[in-house]
């Protein structure tokens, strides 16, 4: 890929981290890595705990892991009904690093946290990274960062403390927001399939598998698509492009429809490995 | 983000352009009504015994806000950059109305967002937008105030950025917003100091006080003023029903530095960074953060703040609507609670300026009930 165009410089690095060998190895057997994406505490600590073993097992590469918050304007309505799920049974930030410091060594896959940039600011950038990284975190995206606003406090922060800083290009981005973006991402660049929030849509825009042919030439680091992505035929045209295919409402709105439910962790673990399986 | 740098290249460009500005003063002055009158409030002043008390009728402008001089002014520049339809958040319904007349009068499609919660305190807004061609959009998520219907907003300017302008409707979220829309309101003190000094001959108030939601029509107003150090500026939050978190909207008194809707500025928030929840019985003051422009004024040391309870506010609207025959909103009561505790100690020589940003028809409604709580001894 190196002959193909410009090359960011901080992106040219080797991409040694846990995530950079998650892609490594999905890519080794010829296959996009599947991410699938749960919000921590929905609808409690208790149950994501289960969640993320159940999505390890299923074929999981790398999880995203959403940080619950009161404003989550990137997000479409089942996603903000599961932070709402999630800060009523009264998960906090500290709470969900114990999750992760719990689970990580046991499910053996990398998480990349999926926030917001007020609950990181109230805690200290520095305080924040040195958590999660004691914790077990290896990425955050934080969704309302641009990285030009980043490149002060928040990537050095992250840095430092060895996570990976993972940023989002959209269908209107310009050529020196893409060059923005991947100097300033480490681990892969999430790539947002069309304009708009998270949440489930019938169809893939069509103009979406060209666009990330034409993305993945210019950013050196892997790919990942998601927003709108919930079916196993959708994920597997997605997985033909790019490098990770990110699938989040799909699996949050069955958590919504078996809260309370003895068959959630089932039905939960049967979608995973149906979406899993569509890569492989 | 790609859009904010489109608006900021077309808003750069336009509003230096003579041709927009000479069209957006016709519509200023045609449409809504411009210049509004400087009024002595003779009684007023009298109650207090003290200083001159003028009060700047914003209240007399079309659609019944100060909230209009954007709403024309960004349709405007939304109708130059070719965008054929306009989203906009309302709290009180005042943008809402001013958003959807200027888009009607442009003959552009108007969604305009508003939390369930606000739909029903000012349910004659939501009518006045339905009858002006605009869809009014219910949002029931959070509080169901102004900070979720801005959250809607958001996401439908994210989702359909190519087509749609955003006429956000205070001095919040990213650049250019916050500087737009103040210079949109500047016609405010500018008018203000101009009037003073043909009807008081001197063209500046020892003080000049606004509420502050967001707060745009209060830098509308200090804007004229803000490099004469004899201008007292005083603006007034929403002091709500106590001092806890979730009972009031004064940021600057419970307030820290967070981030919300794209802008850094003090935010009523919880330990964790999660936007607290806010009251106040006038729904345009009912929001967790304040413009940041009024945060950097505040650290030079420039302007203060201060709240006026519920119960202060009511009995301002009270007030003005018995001894001046003026229904002021609720909003502008705010302004009006804190002239009480000044013009009493000032003399007669003394100026005090007020912005009277909206007019209170919208809230008989919630005056009432407040009224009938208040008497069922709460």
Request: proline letters at 4%.
């Amino acid at each position: 890929m190196s002959a193909l165009g410009w090359r960011a410089g901080a992106s040219s690095a080797a991409n040694s981290s846990a995530i950079g060998e998650a892609f490594a190895r999905a890519k080794s057997q010829k296959r996009a890595a599947f991410i699938p994406y749960i919000t921590a505490g929905d609808p409690d600590l208790e149950t994501s705990a289960v969640l993320l073993r159940v999505l390890a097992d299923s074929g999981a590469d790398i999880i995203e892991l959403g940080v619950p918050f009161s404003d989550p304007i990137a997000d479409g309505i089942v996603n903000q009904r599961a932070a709402t799920r999630a800060l009523a049974s009264g998960t906090t930030l500290s709470g969900l690093l114990e999750l992760v410091s719990r689970s990580r060594d046991q499910i053996g896959i990398p998480i990349v946290l999926f926030t917001y940039f007020n609950p990181l600011h109230a805690r200290g950038l520095r305080l924040f990274a040195e958590q999660a990284s004691a914790s077990g975190v290896d990425g955050v995206l934080c969704v309302d960062l641009p990285p030009i606003e980043a490149a002060t406090d928040y990537v050095p922060a992250l840095r430092d403390a060895g996570i990976d800083t993972v940023f989002l290009l959209a269908p209107t981005s310009d050529r020196s927001r893409v060059r923005e973006v991947a100097e300033a991402s480490t681990g892969f660049v999430y790539y947002v399939s069309r304009t708009g929030v998270t949440g489930t849509r019938s169809e893939l825009p069509p103009e979406l598998l060209e666009e990330a042919k034409r993305l993945r030439r210019r950013v050196a680091l892997p790919l990942a698509v998601g927003f709108g992505i919930s079916t196993p035929e959708q994920v597997r045209a997605v997985g033909k492009v790019a490098d990770g295919v990110v699938v989040g409402s799909a699996l949050v709105r069955i958590i919504e429809d078996g809260v309370g439910s003895s068959d959630l962790v089932r039905d939960f673990g049967r979608k995973a490995l149906e979406l899993s399986d569509a890569l492989r | 983000m790609a859009p904010l740098s489109e608006l900021e290249r077309a808003y750069d460009k336009l509003s230096r352009k003579r041709s927009f500005r000479k069209r957006l003063e016709s519509l200023l002055r045609d449409f809504a009504g411009r210049p509004t009158p400087l009024y002595l409030a003779e009684r007023l002043s009298d109650h207090f015994g003290g200083a001159k008390i003028y009060l700047k009728r914003e209240d007399l402008l079309h659609t019944g806000a100060h909230k209009i001089n954007n709403a024309l002014g960004q349709v405007l520049l939304a109708s130059e950059m070719g965008k054929r339809r306009i989203i906009a958040e309302t709290g009180a319904g005042q943008h809402g109305v001013a958003t959807a007349s200027a888009a009607a009068l442009f003959g552009i499609e108007c969604v305009v967002y508003m939390g369930e919660k606000d739909m029903r305190r000012q349910r004659v807004n939501v009518e006045r937008m339905g009858l002006l061609g605009a869809e009014v959009v219910a949002v029931d998520a959070g509080a169901r105030t102004l900070k979720d219907a801005i959250n809607e907003a958001l996401r439908d300017w994210v989702t359909n950025v190519r087509t749609t302008h955003y006429v956000l409707g205070s001095v919040l979220g990213p650049d250019p917003y916050p500087r737009m829309v103040r210079d949109f309101h500047r016609v405010i003190g500018l008018e203000a100091k101009k009037q003073l000094k043909k009807q008081a001959k001197r063209d500046w108030p020892d003080l000049a006080i606004a509420c502050v939601g967001g707060g745009s029509n209060a830098i509308g107003l200090f804007s004229a003023f803000l490099s004469d150090s004899r201008v007292r500026l005083i603006g007034v939050e929403a002091g709500g029903t106590g001092a806890a978190l979730g009972e009031h909207a004064a940021r600057f008194s419970g307030g820290s530095v967070g981030v919300l809707h794209g802008t850094k500025t003090l935010l009523l928030q919880d330990g964790d960074g999660q936007v607290a929840a806010t009251h106040s019985v006038s729904a345009g003051l009912d929001y967790p953060a304040v413009g940041p422009e009024h945060v950097a004024l505040r650290d030079r040391g420039r302007t203060e703040y201060t709240s006026a309870t519920d119960a202060e506010a009511v009995a301002a609207f009270h007030l003005l609507s018995r001894i001046e025959g003026i229904l002021p909103a609720l909003e502008s009561a705010h302004a009006l609670a804190e002239v009480a505790k000044h013009a009493p100690r000032l003399s007669k020589d003394k100026i005090v300026l007020v912005n009277l940003s909206g007019r209170g028809d919208k809230d008989v409604e919630s005056v009432m009930e407040y009224d009938q709580n208040d008497q069922g001894g709460e």
